[in-house]
């Protein structure tokens, strides 16, 4: 039985996983989620969730709308993370985020624009 968690960025060991989906697999459609989802297969579809990690062997073709994620595998589409975006170093995104927060370790890929939340967008420069 997996751990559960309400936070996936920080354990890199990601022992806190509520549903994995293995590389065997091939989805066609989209997933709703409000737990921690790992996806190591193919899915052509969007993703909304809580915290969503996209393992080395993960394909994802769809836009995302999540709290926190952690890129590993190759995510075409757009992100719209509340919280952190993490690409490690096998990781690669194409497409447009919003986020919070970035990641990008050495080796890990970004091709597309990013923009950052921030509640400091709206005041007046001095």
Known sequence: MLKKSKKIIGDETLKNIDTLISNSIEIS?????????????????????????????????????CEDIIISGKVEGNINCKGKLQITSTGEQVGDIEVDSLVIEDGGKLRGICKMKNDEENKPVD
């Open 29 to 65: 459609g989209n997933i709703n989620a409000d737990k921690t989802l790992r996806l190591d297969c193919y899915l052509k579809g969007d993703i909304t969730g809580s915290g969503i990690i996209i393992g080395e062997t993960g394909k994802i073709f769809g836009n995302i709308i």
